[in-house]
């Protein structure tokens, strides 16, 4: 197989700011008006109101190979998406697809709250590309990977939202497509059915498909991803192994500002923060955090303080530095590289942010950095405890249970 | 690897009006769409699609009581009841595809925004599923018929005129796919015209002959009443069930061409709009 089964050459997408949200017909005939009298209404589009969304992306995917695509928001990722799944169409460029798509960008794509379950799968599978005849030939399976059981005559909008998620997802993951373009909102819900779908992304990298995935979450594009790209502004900056554009992607210029700075008097500067989040066992996780810091003014020795904090601001972990004597030392020429080390018990699957503290002995606090993006943990198969809907604790820890015999009343 | 499955994605050097390869292999969501909206709309209702019938039996019978016995407006020699049910039974066809499919770009917007397929498909399940009541009214259209051409010495029905009937058909169904299509490019654009489409619909009523016979109009002024392509095939089925007047010959013609060019014009504009009015919305 030498074709590349997707091959996106120069693909650019424009949006002219002007248009977007215009779609009156006052504004419309006013801008004949305007141009009846003289003015162009060219004279707007040249004075920069136009945003690329995608400048001139190239890449090529082979067969069975699984793409990671990441990237901030806004940097273009979802009208790749878009471009690929012809919902709509590039500014200039071409993208040859050699296969059946299938586009799953949000979970029950094409239901009807008033139609059954059984409706809606065939309503969604044809949606999504599938004829009848495969819908019916899958129907049994379909019903039974979404656990819906009696319920399959009832009309959808009386389900539980869980119930929906699953049956739509249950369509999903019986696609036949050869290219499957998946967005990172499927992997949003509770931590089983995460678990789930990235099985089943897995048991479709072993059928040797080929997927885009696009996603925020580090682990997840680690874990699965064959390869990478990561977007900025439109335009590929990295492409290759999963690990190193996600590491540059955790590096790349726009972290910076992802925390909120709380203090800075100047002499410091956060230039990179780097997470990393590796399930070990039942009892055991490694998290490894870098940081690198401008300090070209900073005084000769500084104590670099770390905390960790759930999406609700709950403090999971602080690493105190100065009790330890484990102070850095500044040259001024060179920028400051810290890595911290730990072993706990395994997080709770979600997004975790970071704080990091600068300070002085006798300067005081000299930089604290809140809220950043550090790492995104998934559920793994053998926590079981963190898939029931009640479990909502930090940590999950192995614990032994037994039954005492004759207890003393 | 199959070849058949390759797609090209590129900014649409020209616009293909339909694309017949590809909408064939969309058959099954086309028919599974049609049954979403039947079954949607008649779920937890009572009468469910017997509701059809309703509608053009009670304006037919105001229509008698306001037009008929009130202002006295003529019906060529016809029972006005039977002359006004003829006129919304076709009239009915048309707006009421027409207003389920003027907006469908706009209607199903969260759905193009998700997923491809060829973007006509709703607009074209939208037309067929108004056949499902247009049916039921047919029947019941029908044992009127029989009743009345029974029951009267004089009046006698002319079967061989049927032969014209699946010609209206196509004509009315066309119009309206046309009309749909054009409406739904400029909506998606122009999203305040949406709430001019109700209103449009309903003055269209009375710019077409369905309460009042062509006759009654001056002479000179007919041209203008022709101008209307719903005017002759409305005329043409109550000539041809009701022998109520004279079959439209030139109006015929002229609102068969304007049907069809009225179709291709919307298509263009439809498939030009379609490709990119995702980013719009």
């Known amino acids: 197989m030498t074709e590349p089964i997707i091959e996106v050459?120069?693909?650019?997408?424009?949006?002219?700011?002007?248009?977007?949200?215009?779609?009156?017909?006052?504004?419309?005939?006013?801008a004949v008006w305007q141009s009846l009298r003289g003015r162009s209404r060219k004279t707007a589009d040249k004075n920069g109101n136009e945003l690329r969304a995608l400048d001139d992306v190239s890449f090529k995917v082979k067969t069975g190979e699984i793409l990671g695509v990441i990237g901030h928001n806004g940097a273009g990722k979802s009208t790749l998406l878009k471009i690929l799944s012809r919902i709509t169409e590039p500014t200039s460029g071409e993208a040859?697809?050699?296969?059946?798509?299938?586009?799953?960008?949000?979970?029950?794509?094409?239901?009807?709250?008033?139609l059954s379950g059984r409706d809606n799968i065939f309503l969604s599978g044809a949606v999504l590309g599938m004829s009848k005849d495969e819908i019916a030939q899958k129907f049994d399976r379909i019903v039974e990977f979404s656990e819906i059981g009696k319920f399959i005559n009832t009309p959808i909008k009386r389900?539980?939202?869980?119930?929906?998620?699953?049956?739509?997802?249950?369509?999903?993951?019986?696609?036949?497509a050869d290219i499957l373009i998946v967005d990172e909102v499927l992997a949003v819900g509770d931590a089983r059915f995460q678990e789930k779908c990235l099985n089943m992304i897995r048991s479709i990298q072993e059928d040797g498909r080929t997927i885009i995935f696009v996603s925020h979450n580090s682990s997840a594009i680690e874990s699965l991803c064959t390869r990478a790209i990561l977007l900025e502004r439109g335009k590929i900056v990295a492409d290759g192994p999963a690990h190193q554009v996600m590491r540059r992607y955790l590096q790349s210029e726009e972290m910076k500002i992802d925390g909120r700075v709380i203090i800075n008097d100047g002499r410091l500067k956060l230039t990179s923060f780097n997470a990393t989040y590796q399930y070990i066992d039942r009892s055991t996780c490694r998290i490894e955090f870098t940081i690198l810091l401008d300090a070209k003014a900073a005084p000769p020795e500084l104590y670099i303080d770390m905390a960790l904090e759930t999406q609700e601001n709950v403090r999971v972990l602080q690493l105190v530095s100065l009790p330890h004597q484990y102070s850095a030392q500044c040259t001024g020429d060179k920028p400051v590289s810290i890595t911290y080390t730990l072993e706990c018990s395994p997080l709770k699957p979600g997004d975790y942010f970071a704080t990091v503290y600068v300070h002085h002995p006798q300067l005081g606090p000299l930089l604290q950095v809140d809220r950043i993006k550090a790492i995104s943990v998934i559920a793994q198969a053998d926590y079981p405890e963190c898939r029931s809907s009640g479990f909502n604790a930090l940590l999950t820890v192995p614990f032994e249970f037994r039954q005492n015999h004759n207890p003393q009343s | 690897m199959d070849k058949s499955y390759e797609i090209k994605i590129q900014p649409a050097s020209r616009i293909t009006l339909l694309n017949w390869k590809e909408l064939s292999g969309y058959r099954d969501l086309l028919l599974l769409i049609i049954r979403r909206d039947?079954?949607?709309?008649?779920?937890?209702?009572?009468?469910?699609?017997?509701?059809?019938?309703?509608q053009p039996l009670a304006t037919s019978l105001v229509f008698t009581v306001i037009f008929g016995k009130v202002a006295k407006i003529p019906t060529d020699g016809a029972p006005p009841f039977l002359f006004y049910l003829t006129g919304m039974l076709f009239w009915q066809l048309f707006s009421g595809s027409v207003l389920a499919g003027g907006n469908s770009l706009q209607n199903n917007a969260s759905l193009f925004n998700k997923v491809y397929f060829p973007r006509i498909i709703p607009s074209l399940g939208t037309q067929i599923s108004q056949l499902i009541p247009f049916t039921i009214?047919?029947?019941?259209?029908?044992?009127?018929?029989?009743?009345y051409f029974t029951g009267s010495e004089t009046a006698v029905f002319h079967w061989q005129r049927l032969l014209w009937f699946p010609f209206l058909l196509i004509l009315v169904i066309t119009l309206s796919l046309g009309i749909s299509l054009g409406f739904s490019a400029i909506t998606a654009k122009y999203r305040d015209l949406q709430h001019a489409l109700g209103f449009l619909v309903q003055l269209g009523l009375y710019a077409t002959p369905v309460i009042y016979p062509v006759s009654s109009i001056a002479e000179q002024w007919r041209w203008m009443v022709w101008l209307n392509p719903m005017a002759a095939p409305i005329s043409t089925a109550k000539w041809m069930l009701l022998d109520a007047g004279s079959a439209p010959g030139i109006p015929l013609i002229f609102s068969t061409v304007a049907t069809g060019i009225i179709l291709v014009i919307a298509l263009y504009f439809f498939q030009r709009v379609q490709r990119t009015f995702i980013d719009t919305v």
């Not at chain 1, 949000?106 to 239901?111: D, L, P, R």
């Open chain 1, 9 to 30: 050459n120069h693909i650019s997408k424009r949006y002219r700011l002007g248009q977007i949200g215009a779609g009156s017909l006052r504004e419309e005939l006013s």
């Open chain 1, 96 to 114: 040859t697809l050699r296969g059946r798509v299938a586009s799953l960008l949000e979970v029950g794509t094409g239901f009807h709250p008033e």
């Open chain 2, 38 to 54: 039947f079954v949607a709309r008649y779920q937890q209702t009572i009468l469910g699609p017997a509701w059809a019938i309703v």
């Open chain 2, 137 to 147: 009214q047919l029947l019941i259209y029908a044992g009127f018929g029989i009743w």
């Open chain 1, 159 to 176: 389900y539980s939202s869980g119930m929906t998620v699953r049956l739509g997802f249950a369509v999903a993951a019986h696609l036949d």
